[in-house]
C-alpha cells in the first residue's frame, strides 16, 4: 500500500469494517462518527481486567472475575419469572449461571455440556452458592476472555463487546503512514510514531495518560494541522494580488488632528500594520483585537479615510442597525464634509434604498454602513477598496473566507471582535488572519468599580442609583436570558421594569427578546438621547455600542455567566470621563469557587487576563458560545493542559512559513485531521 491508500482506508465508510453494517453505522453516524478515522477518537473510558483465573473455592463475592469451569445440568424451568440455570463446576467447587430473558439454544451454545470454557463477569452468592449472572464474557477460547476489555462510554445500542471489536480490527489493520513531522519535533515526543501512537491510545491500561509521549504527540498532530489549514488559508489570501492604495499622510494626519483625544499607542500601532496592508500590492486579511472600549472604531474609520483618499469605496459591516447608525454618524462627524456617507437601514423606503444602490454601483457613495444588507446580492460597488467587520467574533473560519472572496480581489478585509481570547487560542481561531492587537485602553479611562450584592440587599442598591440619577447618569439593569428557562426570563424583566417603575416613574424603559426591531431602536435611541434613566433588558445582544453617559450596569443572576461574558456586559459602561460600577447581583451566598472567579473579575479590567482564567475554569469549549459557533473543538488537545503544545505548534508554523518549507509532506496529515475541502488543491 502507498502512503495515499494509507490514509483512504482511514477515510473509509464504515461499513467496509467486518460485523459492522447499516444498523451499527447509522448509531455511529449520529454521534458524529462517519469514517473509521472518527472512530479512533472514541476512546476507552476503563477497562476492566479479565485476565487473571481464579478457582471456585478462592472466589470474591462482588468482584468481577474470570473463571474456566464445566457445564455439568441445564435446568429450564419454563414458567414465568424463573430463570434458566446451569450448573457448573471445577474442581474445587460448584457455580450456577443464571439467565434472564435468554434462549435456551444460545444457553446451549455458549455453554456446551461437558465442555471447558471461561467466563468472566461480577460474582454473586445466593442460597449458599456462587453464581454469575447474565455472563457476557463466555468462550472456549481462554485467550479471548483473559484479557483487558475497555470499556467505552457506549452508544446507545451498540455493546462494548461490538466496539472492542471493531476498534480492535482497526487497530490490527492499522496502515503505517509515512512520518509527516521533522525530526527535532518527533524528538520532543520520544520518536513514536503516528500509528504506534494510536495504538498505545487504544491499550486500555493507557486510560488517562495525557502526559505520555504518544499521548502529546496525536495532540499535537491536532493543533498542527488546525494551524497548517489556516496557515494555508492565509498564504492563499496572501497571494491575491491587488490595486495598492496610496497613503495620503497629510488628510490622515488631519483627520487625527482634530479628533477630541490623541490615538493610544496601540491604536497607532494597529493603525500602521493596516496601512501598511492597505499600500501593500496583496490583499488584506487582518483581525483587530481590542478589548471593549479600547478604541477600535476610530482606528477602522482612519483606515476607512485612507481608503477613499486613494479613490476606493468602502463597506462597515455591523450586527445590528443601531451600532451602524452610531459609526455612520461618527464618520458624519470627523470625515471631511465633501464625502459621501451613507447609512443603509431596514427603515429606508424602497425609492430610497434604490437611490443608495445605484450610487454605490456608480461610485458615487464614498463609505456606506450597514448590517448585512450591504452584502445582499442587488447590491454592487464600482470600486469597493476595504470591508470592515466590525463585532464577528463568532464567525468561523470558512464564512470569513466567503466574505473575502466577496469583495473581490482589490478589497480589503478588516474584522474587529471585542472578544479576547486566551493567547494560545489565537492561532486555533484566528490563523488564517494577521493579527493586530490593542491592549491598552485609552488613558482617560477609569476602572469600573465592580462589587457583588445579594438579592435581598437591593435596597442598597436603589440608593445607589437614585444617587447617580441625581448626577443625571444613567443605568442598564440586566436580567439575563438563561437558555434553560426563556420564559421565566422574559417574565422576571418586565417585573423587574414594573418594581423599578414604583421607584423611578418616568425614568425606565425596557428590553427584552419580545420587543420588535423598530421599537427596540427607538429605545436605545431614547436611552442615547437620555430621554430616561434607566434600561431594564433580558440581554444586552447591542454589542459595540457606545452609551458614553451610562455609568452604572446591574447584573442579575450574574452567577449563570462566565467571567468573560460578565466583562463583556461590564464594558457597557465606563465608555466616558465619568466613574462608573458594575453591580453583579447573585441570589444567594457564593460558593468558594464562585467567590474565586469574580475575584478575578473586580481585580482585572484586562478582558485578555479574564479569558485565560475563564477558560481555565470553565474550559474551552464553553467560553463566549464558541461550542455553538461552528468554530471547532478538538479531540484530544486541551489549550489548557496542553498550551505548552500549541506554543510548540505555533514556533513550528512560523518556522515553515519563515522558511518556506514545502509542506506536501503534511498532506495525509491535513487530510485525515479534517477541514481538508478548505485547500484541496494543496499540492
Ligand atoms: P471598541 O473597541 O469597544 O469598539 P469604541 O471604538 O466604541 O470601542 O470606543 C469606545 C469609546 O472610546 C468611544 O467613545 C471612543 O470615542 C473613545 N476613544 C477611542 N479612542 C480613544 C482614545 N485614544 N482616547 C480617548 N477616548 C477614546
Ligand atoms: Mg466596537
Not at 65 to 87: A, D, E
Not at 180 to 204: A, T, V
Not at 482 to 510: R, T
Not at 657 to 677: G, M
Amino acid at each position: 500500500m502507498n502512503n495515499k491508500s494509507n490514509y483512504n482506508y482511514l477515510l473509509a465508510d464504515l461499513t467496509t469494517l467486518k460485523g459492522v453494517g447499516v444498523k451499527t453505522t447509522n448509531l455511529l453516524k449520529k454521534k458524529n462518527i462517519n469514517n473509521i478515522f472518527d472512530l479512533l477518537w472514541k476512546l476507552p473510558k476503563s477497562f476492566t481486567d479479565r485476565s487473571l483465573s481464579s478457582k471456585i473455592k478462592d472466589l470474591k463475592i462482588g468482584e468481577v472475575q474470570t473463571i474456566t469451569i464445566i457445564p455439568k445440568k441445564y435446568s429450564f424451568p419454563r414458567i414465568r419469572n424463573l430463570p434458566n440455570r446451569v450448573s457448573c463446576c471445577d474442581e474445587t467447587g460448584d457455580i450456577d449461571c443464571i439467565f434472564f430473558n435468554s434462549y435456551e439454544g444460545y444457553i446451549k451454545k455458549i455453554l456446551p455440556l461437558g465442555k471447558e470454557i471461561t467466563i468472566s463477569g461480577k460474582i454473586g452468592f445466593f442460597r449458599n452458592k456462587y453464581q454469575l449472572t447474565n455472563p457476557k464474557y463466555v468462550s472456549e477460547d481462554s485467550t479471548l476472555i483473559k484479557q483487558k476489555h475497555s470499556t467505552y462510554s457506549l452508544t446507545e445500542g451498540i455493546s462494548e463487546k461490538v466496539y472492542n471489536k471493531i476498534i480492535n480490527q482497526i487497530i490490527e489493520k492499522l496502515p503505517l503512514l509515512s512520518e509527516w513531522h521533522s525530526k527535532k519535533i518527533l524528538n520532543r515526543f520520544g520518536d513514536i510514531s503516528w500509528n504506534n501512537s494510536i495504538k498505545e491510545l487504544h491499550k486500555p491500561e493507557n486510560v488517562g495518560c495525557f502526559k505520555k509521549n504518544f499521548y502529546q504527540r496525536l495532540a499535537y498532530d491536532e493543533i498542527f494541522s488546525t494551524f497548517l489549514v489556516n496557515s494555508e488559508i492565509r498564504k492563499k489570501i496572501k497571494k491575491i494580488k491587488k490595486d495598492n492604495k496610496i497613503l495620503d499622510i497629510k488628510k490622515q494626519n488631519y483627520l487625527i488632528d482634530n479628533l477630541d483625544f490623541s490615538l493610544t499607542e496601540d491604536q497607532k500601532k494597529s493603525l500602521n500594520e493596516i496601512n501598511h496592508d492597505l499600500c501593500s500590492s496583496t490583499k488584506m486579511f487582518r483581525l483587530l483585537q481590542g478589548d471593549v472600549g479600547s478604541g477600535k472604531t476610530i482606528v477602522s474609520l482612519i483606515a476607512a479615510l485612507n481608503c477613499i483618499n486613494s479613490g476606493f469605496q468602502v463597506a462597515v459591516m455591523t450586527p445590528t442597525e443601531i451600532l451602524a447608525r452610531q459609526h455612520y454618524f461618527l464618520a458624519k462627524k470627523i470625515f471631511p464634509k465633501n464625502l459621501n456617507i451613507e447609512l443603509i437601514s431596514g427603515k429606508l423606503d424602497y425609492k430610497n434604498k434604490k437611490k443608495i444602490i445605484n450610487q454605490l454601483a456608480d461610485g458615487k457613495i464614498d463609505i456606506i454602513f450597514g448590517t448585512h444588507a450591504i452584502f445582499q446580492k442587488k447590491v454592487s460597488f464600482k470600486n469597493l477598496g476595504l470591508i470592515v467587520i466590525d463585532e464577528q467574533h463568532k464567525f468561523g473560519v470558512n464564512q470569513r473566507k466567503k466574505l473575502s472572496d466577496k469583495g473581490g480581489d482589490n478589497c480589503d478585509v478588516l474584522l474587529m471582535t471585542a472578544t479576547p481570547i486566551p493567547r494560545t487560542l489565537t492561532m486555533t481561531l484566528y490563523g488564517d488572519m494577521d493579527i493586530s492587537i490593542i491592549r491598552e485602553k485609552p488613558k482617560s479611562r477609569k476602572i469600573i468599580k465592580t462589587y457583588s450584592k445579594l438579592e435581598n440587599k437591593i435596597d442598597d442598591v436603589l440608593k445607589f442609583i437614585n444617587k447617580e440619577i441625581k448626577k443625571d447618569n444613567q443605568i442598564f439593569w440586566v436580567c439575563p436570558l438563561i437558555e434553560e428557562s426563556k420564559k421565566l426570563d422574559h417574565s422576571s424583566a418586565i417585573k423587574k421594569y414594573e418594581f423599578l417603575k414604583k421607584f423611578f416613574p418616568n425614568k425606565v424603559s425596557l428590553l427584552h427578546g419580545k420587543t420588535d426591531i423598530i421599537e427596540k431602536e427607538k429605545i436605545l435611541n431614547q436611552f442615547l438621547r437620555k430621554e430616561f434613566k434607566i434600561l431594564v433588558s433580558t440581554t444586552i445582544i447591542e454589542v459595540g455600542i457606545d452609551f458614553p453617559n451610562a455609568t452604572v450596569i446591574v447584573i442579575e443572576n450574574a452567577n449563570k455567566f462566565g467571567l468573560s461574558q460578565l466583562h463583556q456586559l461590564r464594558g457597557r459602561v465606563g465608555r466616558g470621563e465619568k466613574e462608573s460600577t458594575c453591580i453583579l447581583m447573585f441570589k444567594s451566598n457564593l460558593s468558594e469557587n464562585a467567590k474565586k472567579r469574580i475575584k478575578i473579575l473586580k481585580n482585572s479590567n484586562d478582558g485578555f487576563i479574564i479569558s485565560e482564567e475563564d477558560m481555565k475554569i470553565r474550559g474551552f469549549g464553553d467560553i463566549l458560545g464558541f461550542k455553538q459557533s461552528g468554530i471547532k473543538n478538538f479531540r484530544l488537545a486541551d489549550p489548557i493542559h496542553n498550551s505548552d503544545l500549541f506554543i510548540l505548534a505555533e514556533n513550528e508554523m512560523r518556522r515553515i512559513e519563515n522558511s518556506n518549507e514545502d509542506i506536501s509532506k503534511f498532506k495525509p496529515l491535513i487530510k485525515l485531521y479534517d477541514r481538508a475541502d478548505v485547500i484541496n488543491d494543496l499540492a
